[in-house]
């Protein structure tokens, strides 16, 4: 088990509709491979293992974040590890979950 904890970062009700309404930034953190394969218009890719160096960056964003991957285990790692570090992120699972809400 990596630093990240195992799947954790669930989404305590908040809407994935919601967080893009208000201006919620999409962060796939899945391989650039995977990302280059498919991926939310407008999302950037920030892969998983590289977000602990990353923080600042993306609290300097300073949106709502929606975390996606290809099956949700991966942003659920980094859901749980961004709230650690006060960021306001939801776990938006497979990254198709998210895009179908976004044209």
């Known amino acids: 088990m990596s630093f990240f904890g ?3 970062g669930g989404n305590s009700g908040a809407s994935i ?3 893009l309404k208000e201006g919620a930034v999409v962060i796939d953190v899945r391989t ?3 990302f280059k ?3 939310v218009n ?3 890719n920030i892969v998983l293992d590289t977000i602990p160096q990353k923080v600042n960056q993306i609290k300097a964003m300073n949106k709502k974040i929606i975390a996606v991957c290809r099956s949700g285990a991966r942003s659920g790692q980094a859901t749980s590890f961004l709230k650690q570090h006060g960021i306001d992120v939801i776990n938006g699972g497979p990254w198709q979950n998210v ?3 976004v044209n």
């Open 99 to 101: 895009a179908k809400f």
């Open 32 to 34: 650039v491979e995977e």
């Open 17 to 19: 509709e919601d967080y």
């Open 37 to 39: 394969s498919g991926h």
């Open 42 to 44: 407008g999302s950037k």
């Open 6 to 8: 195992l799947f954790g």
